[in-house]
């Protein structure tokens, strides 16, 4: 099975390399040709367009920064349906709203492509090590077919049912953790302005009934102040807006949902939409007067 990988950000980099550690014959794109670097050097071929890519695969994956952008590379000029031959396979990693899965996947069927969608969730350094959660959504026996390279590139696979579905659990996924991450921030300035140092501070949340997973992992690199997760704000802003989306579509009142979503628009506002999500703690030490820094915390995950 000859693959494409069309975004080679930060995620899809790490997703790529993890398919050539595999032995995966791989063929890359991104419009940014210095990102390609370091994986042809490990063995993967370019492609100069999206076209040319998918006309050499029989399957492309994309990992891409927004549906606009998705839409563009699939069906734009020289897109990835202008070269892929039908019966092949679209695997979209991007963090997408169910209406956009759907609305794309019928566009590739109407060229015999099928699609598959396999959002990550679990933070970058899991996508680097090989352990990052993949949902997948769409016909089970595509799934099974392509079961081999989500293996290579993730670690707990899912099934999340048929097109859409991976879609929507994995903006809860991203909800609840934008919204843990300003609880963490809070709980750490508590514990600051308490008079608790703040190490300590840490471990004792890790070690108690109010710990997450974004405690554990983001709350590091708020401690050592590089913010650095590999995530920016205008994602968080994008899929809040798909969370609150979901809420009006299914009648659900999200209530922290929203406050977290007006908080990191605020918090784009202030740093910019390229700043790390987790700089939406700086609103609070900046209104506070004073940082969250602790010694004893590796510079990035």
């Known amino acids: 099975m000859r693959y494409g990988f069309i975004g080679l950000g930060h995620l899809g980099a790490n997703l790529a390399g993890s398919l050539l550690k595999a032995g ?13 670097d370091g994986l042809i050097a490990a063995g993967a071929g370019w ?9 050499s695969v029989d399957a492309v994956i994309t990992c891409l920064p927004s549906p606009a952008i998705s839409e563009k590379v699939l069906a734009g000029p020289d897109g990835i349906l202008s070269g892929l031959k039908p019966g092949g396979t679209w695997i979209e990693m991007s963090t997408l709203d ?9 566009m590739a069927a109407h060229k015999s492509v099928r699609m598959m969608e396999a959002p990550v969730t679990g933070g970058v350094h899991k ?17 099974e077919t392509h079961l081999p390279a989500l293996q290579a590139m993730g670690g707990e696979i ?3 049912g048929p097109l859409g579905k991976a879609a929507v659990i994995k903006v809860i996924t991203n909800m609840l953790a934008f919204i843990h991450l300003i609880a963490t921030g809070e709980a750490l300035m508590l514990a600051k302005k308490g008079g608790i140092d703040l190490t300590d501070a840490f471990n004792i949340i890790k070690a ?25 704000m205008d994602l968080a802003v994008k899929d809040l807006g798909f ?7 299914f009648g659900v009142p999200l209530d922290l949902a929203s406050h977290a979503l007006q908080t ?13 999500s987790s700089q939406v703690v700086k609103l609070l030490e900046d209104a506070v007067g004073t940082d969250l820094r602790a010694p004893g915390f590796p510079a990035e995950l």
């Open 24 to 36: 995966f014959d791989l063929t890359v794109n991104d419009v940014d040709r210095g990102k390609a």
């Open 208 to 232: 108690s009934s109010g710990n997450s997973f974004v405690h554990e992992t983001e709350g590091q690199v708020i401690l050592n102040g590089s913010y650095n997760i590999n995530f920016t």
């Open 158 to 160: 899912f099934h999340a």
């Open 264 to 276: 990191f628009i605020r918090g784009r506002s202030t740093y910019g939409g390229n700043a790390w």
């Open 243 to 249: 969370a609150l989306g979901f809420g009006k579509q």
């Open 127 to 143: 996508a680097a090590s090989g352990e990052i959660t993949v949902i997948a959504g769409g016909d089970r026996d595509l799934f």
């Open 98 to 106: 169910q209406t956009d899965i759907e609305r794309l996947a019928t």
């Open 47 to 55: 492609a100069q367009t999206p076209g040319s890519l998918s006309a």
